[in-house]
């Protein structure tokens, strides 16, 4: 293990990160303001990445791909909660779950239906598609830093919408005290919509972003869902600083366990045990956390405040 | 509901029930994955059985060909339950398909058990080849150890001293990377098992594999995964640093996705297969332009297989001259691997894998400009698997 190794795999980890913070920040403020479990959450990623795929391929172009496919999932966001989410914001957590695990299995079939079961490739254009120096002798995926970058001013803005504008500061109330906020005259309806809508894009932003690493396809929400789950229980439901902070400590844990478990275990083991279990704790490792987490912190690290 | 009622639908039920006692057909149950991205290969080895079944003319030994697809939804579980109905419930006389070991394994017991065949189509588990093999089970595949080893003996041949390799963490990864140890003689540098079928994001084990300096680099992904660590690795800048060296990962279901993607890195990449599209058999000839004509793609290794077991089924079924009571008649038919396979004439083993030929493939571009790979050389003549010994049959 070098130090160059190690400086490349916390980019890595740093890049997974970003990815589920854009994924984790619409689940979020959904389950924490509008207190509605929404599983198809990952469905708004996958459809974002198959739009941006099918724009891609139209226009030639992937940032046009990207630009038309983000409104085009707001649209999708907002459709979905006008049409079967909104009705079941008064019905327990159950109906929720059962319900929008519906809608994955809609979305699944229409996407099979509509793009095949291969999936798509989206072509990068040259300049991001190789990889850089970073430092002498350490080439990184040009792609990948880009994507923090993206990442990192996507959740710059955030802050700034979120503390800095009307809209942010209806959104924290809503968070901190949903009932108030209607009291104070609000249309917390539009607001959810509003939300919803917001939360669906920055989903599909994600699916976009990770379609050029994994390929757009059938199920790939599904995949980066519990993840994002992780996170924002992790985090603290309902909170925007909480889903960034955790994210990153997820991305971290889980690429620096794939990338070192191994050697450090076979510190005090022999190879083949270590090799052996190297890969399922790496693979656990990030529920592991939600679990400590759970167990010292149950509201999470960083719970929005005024919650009571 | 009164109880005439319901003793007249009972009786009913039993009526119906008692119908397809008198076989008029040869049942077929086949179980692959339909759904889920990995639906791409299923629907490749659907469309292969069904051409199949057309090239036979819908019948064999006399009777009608009854065909039961089912989804295993790429989990052992479903498939097991899968496997279950098609036994139970439609009484199949044969059970065929599979893509995943750890499904399959999942699943033999429900078919065997019931005294009924079972032919996998593509996974070939170490445990059934070896301790667990039995006597009603044929693979029209390959065993999971063989097609690495092949590609352990190329990159003896081409001087490959450090490897570097990385494979999924399920049944088959485990026997790939098991297969490649075995015929390679020079040293293995680092190795990943990453999780299956969730991890698709390859960013650390590139960069461990990049630090590793190693010579070269062996994968095992199919279906998505494939497509997804190919992109990445082009991303990383390893293509033409470190050479791949891939088993069941390029494949003619990920190559147009590949040449629409801009994938250039791919070409020119080495992989080990029993079967290329090119193998100059009449049936491969027939398979291979079957299927271009007919669904307008190249079939893959998959689809090549899943054309084998319906002939291997056949030739059972002729043998005994459609009487499907009689077994052991069947078995020894199978056994004899005697019909027109796509890669030529080949023997089964005791464990009734294939002793088989594995060549070394490229991938090049046809004279259509589609992405597509060509025989090279033909690394091992008549290979029987690692596990053959252990099997008491």
């Not at chain 1, 510190?267 to 679990?291: C, G, H, K, Q, R």
């Not at chain 1, 167990?295 to 919650?307: A, I, N, S, Y």
């Amino acid at each position: 293990m070098t130090w160059t190794l190690l400086l490349e795999q916390s980019l890595n980890g740093f890049q997974l990160g970003i990815v589920l913070f854009l994924m984790a920040a619409g689940l979020t403020l959904v389950f924490g303001i509008m207190d509605m479990v929404n599983l198809a959450h990952g469905s708004l990623y996958m459809i974002g990445a198959l739009l941006c795929a099918t724009f891609t391929e139209w226009t030639g172009s992937f940032l046009l791909g990207v630009l038309l496919a983000l409104p085009a999932v707001l649209v999708v966001g907002i459709l979905v909660e006008v049409v079967a989410l909104r009705t079941l914001y008064k019905r327990d957590h159950l109906d929720q779950v059962l319900a929008s695990f519906g809608l994955i299995l809609f979305f699944n079939e229409l996407a099979r239906i509509v793009w095949g079961p291969e999936g798509m490739a989206i072509p990068l254009p040259a300049w991001l598609d190789g990889s850089i120096e970073i430092l002498p002798g350490v080439p990184y995926p040009t792609y990948r830093l880009m994507v923090i970058v993206v990442g990192l001013a996507v959740a710059a803005a955030l802050y700034w919408l979120v503390v800095k504008t009307r809209t942010g500061m209806l959104i924290r109330a809503g968070a901190s005290n949903r009932t108030m906020v209607g009291a104070l005259g609000v249309n917390i309806g539009l607001l959810f919509t509003l939300i919803f809508g917001f939360g669906a894009a920055l989903a599909g932003l994600a699916g976009m972003i990770a379609a050029p690493i994994v390929q757009a396809n059938i199920g790939m929400g599904e995949s980066i869902l519990i993840p994002a789950f992780v996170v924002i229980v992790v985090g603290g439901i309902g909170s925007i600083r909480g889903a960034f902070i955790a994210a990153l400590i997820v991305g971290l844990i889980d690429t620096m366990g794939r990338s070192f478990l191994d050697v450090l275990l076979g510190t005090f083991m022999s190879a083949n045990a270590a090799e052996t279990a190297a890969p399922a704790l790496s693979a656990m490792a990030i529920y592991i956390l939600m679990a400590v987490v759970l167990f010292f912190r149950p509201q999470g690290l960083f719970p929005p405040q005024g919650r009571g | 509901m009164t109880i005439g009622k319901l003793s007249a639908g009972f009786v009913a039920a039993l009526a119906l029930a008692s119908l397809p006692a008198q076989a008029a057909s040869v049942k077929i149950g086949f179980v692959t994955t339909l759904t889920t991205p990995a639906g791409v290969i299923g629907r490749d080895m659907q469309d292969a059985f069904n051409l199949a079944l057309e090239d036979i003319g819908g019948k064999m030994g006399g009777l009608d060909v009854e065909v039961f697809y089912e989804d295993d939804g790429f989990k052992p579980e479903i498939g097991k339950q899968k496997t279950d109905k098609l036994v139970q419930k439609d009484d199949v006389d044969f059970v065929a398909g599979y893509i995943w070991s750890h499904v399959l394994l999942a699943s033999q017991k429900s078919v065997l058990g019931a005294g009924k065949f079972l032919i996998s189509a593509n996974a070939g588990p170490s445990q059934l080849a070896g301790k667990q093999c039995h006597e009603n089970f044929f693979a029209t595949s390959w065993q999971n150890d063989q097609t690495p080893m092949a590609m352990g003996e190329v990159l003896n041949k081409r001087g490959v001293k450090s490897l570097y390799v990385i494979a999924p963490n399920y049944a088959a990864g485990k026997n790939m990377v098991a297969g490649v140890e075995r015929s390679f003689k020079g040293k293995i540098v680092g190795k990943d098992l990453t999780k299956w079928p969730g991890q698709l994001d390859f960013s650390a084990e590139l960069a461990k594999a990049r630090a590793s300096k190693a010579d070269g680099v062996f994968v095992f992904y199919p279906g998505k995964a494939g497509g997804a660590f190919m992109k990445q690795y082009q991303q990383a800048g390893l293509n033409g640093k470190i050479p791949l060296y891939s088993v069941f990962t390029v494949d003619s279901l990920s190559l147009p996705l590949f040449q629409k993607g801009k994938l250039e890195g791919v070409m020119g990449s080495y992989m080990t297969q029993f079967w290329a599209p090119d193998l100059d058999t009449p049936q491969n000839k027939k398979f291979v332009d079957g299927f271009r004509k007919k669904y307008n793609r190249y079939p893959s290794f998959y689809a090549a297989q899943t054309y084998d077991s319906m002939f291997l089924i056949k030739s059972a079924v002729d043998a005994v001259k459609g009487d499907l009571t009689n077994k052991d008649g069947m078995r020894a038919a199978m056994a004899k691997a005697d019909f027109p396979s796509v890669r030529g004439s080949f023997k089964f083993g005791n464990n009734h894998f294939p002793i088989q030929d594995f060549y070394l493939r490229e991938v090049v571009a046809d004279a259509d400009g589609n992405w597509t790979t060509a025989t090279r050389d033909v690394v091992y003549k008549d290979h029987q698997d690692p596990y053959a010994k252990d099997c008491k049959m």
